[in-house]
């Protein structure tokens, strides 16, 4: 049985978004146990009217709640009854095998840091979402925020960290690992990006060199390895471009009777576009670096999203992604030292 520490009180559509995710990945998957924390006045109502799968859903009651606009590490220590601050202690204290949260993304990141604690020699935990690309294979883009000023030493161990997940958990054969740069051409690049790639070419990953704004999306790599400032401009840019796109496609379609019918005709195409471009079906972005497996879904998380979010954290959980990163570490670590 894989045990997931649920934080019920974050994110937009909290709890109720929350908590069916949590019903559907139950139901379909007799392996997981699932703990909410939260205020249980505010989750029963959506429990009630549940079936069977409720029976290996608990909760524990948590008086606080810690929201988007509170300073993310001074909440963590002021606010203990805080539903994200006791769900990660609990999964510090060994009562779960992974965390899964959707609300302040700062909290999480400070509460993972500061209560489950980095991996062993890991200098900092990384974010790192996937995102989709042409090929349909997805791209682990890493780091997307939490580090906004970088040193060559942690942009080495972000390129291990990506690899790793994306052969634990996305079954990636030889994961393909880039360095986000303003150039294809060796040389390129500011001089964080310049020390770091002889660190990164040293490491036990595929690693193929530079890779450009334009081409994060286009499957040539699995892993693009970047600070978190330009990574999370990165990340919005192609977020906001998909936002776009899909809205001014919708626009045209809908734009004249002839317009409507021809999408009519292509409709089946377009579910499939939609479905790829869809975050929720990537489920969230995961903290690497720290001692258990910890899952930051998107804060506008439905149901449908936090499902997925779910069953990647039982994925990094059921792949050893933490050990197998301890160990690749520890293995660099040593070949230092000699």
């Known amino acids: 049985m894989v045990r997931i520490c649920i934080d019920a009180m974050g994110g937009?559509?909290?709890?109720?978004?929350?908590?069916?995710?949590?019903?559907?990945?139950?139901?379909?998957?007799?392996?997981?146990?699932?703990?909410?924390?939260?205020?249980?006045?505010?989750?029963?109502?959506?429990?009630?009217?549940?079936g069977a799968e409720k029976e290996r859903i608990c909760i524990v009651d948590c008086?606080?709640?810690?929201?988007?606009?509170?300073?993310?590490?001074q909440a963590v220590r002021r606010k203990k009854e805080a539903s994200v601050v006791k769900a990660l202690r609990a999964l510090a204290d060994g009562e779960g095998d992974g965390f899964v949260g959707a609300g302040s993304t700062g909290a999480v990141l400070a509460g993972a840091t500061l209560i489950v604690?980095?991996?062993?020699?890991?200098?900092?935990?990384?974010l790192a979402p996937m995102l989709p690309t042409v090929t349909g294979t997805g791209v682990l883009l890493i780091d997307c925020g939490a580090n906004v000023d970088c040193k060559p030493e942690w942009l080495a161990q972000f390129a291990v960290m990506g690899s790793v997940y994306m052969e634990k958990v996305r079954g990636t054969r030889e994961p393909r690992v880039g360095i986000l740069n303003n150039g294809a051409e060796e040389g390129k690049g500011n001089e964080l990006v310049k020390n770091a790639t002889p660190l990164i070419a040293q490491m036990p990953v595929h690693f193929t060199g530079n890779v450009e704004g334009r081409d994060i999306t286009s499957g040539d790599v699995d892993v693009v390895v970047t600070d978190g400032f330009a990574g999370n401009v990165a990340l919005k840019s192609i977020e906001g471009t998909a936002a776009m796109m899909t809205g001014m496609l919708k626009e045209t379609?809908?734009?004249?009777?002839?317009?409507?019918?021809?999408?009519?005709?292509?409709?089946?195409?377009?579910?499939?576009?939609?479905k790829r471009m869809d975050y929720s079906e990537y489920?969230?972005?995961?903290?690497?670096?720290?001692?258990?497996?910890?899952?930051?879904?998107?804060?506008?998380?439905?149901?449908?999203?936090f499902y997925h979010a779910i069953h990647q954290c039982k994925q990094m959980v059921e792949g050893g992604v933490v050990p197998t990163i301890e160990a690749e570490l520890a293995a660099v670590m040593k070949a230092e030292a000699k």
């Open 253 to 274: 379609l809908l734009s004249s009777f002839r317009s409507k019918m021809g999408a009519l005709l292509i409709k089946p195409a377009l579910s499939g576009f939609k």
């Open 63 to 73: 008086a606080d709640v810690i929201e988007n606009n509170e300073h993310p590490v």
């Open 117 to 126: 604690k980095r991996i062993e020699g890991i200098l900092r935990p990384a």
């Open 283 to 305: 489920g969230g972005a995961p903290l690497l670096g720290v001692n258990k497996p910890v899952v930051k879904a998107h804060g506008s998380s439905n149901a449908k999203a």
């Open 12 to 50: 937009d559509y909290a709890p109720e978004a929350i908590v069916q995710g949590c019903l559907d990945a139950v139901r379909d998957d007799t392996s997981l146990a699932l703990t909410l924390f939260g205020k249980e006045e505010a989750i029963m109502p959506f429990l009630q009217k549940a």
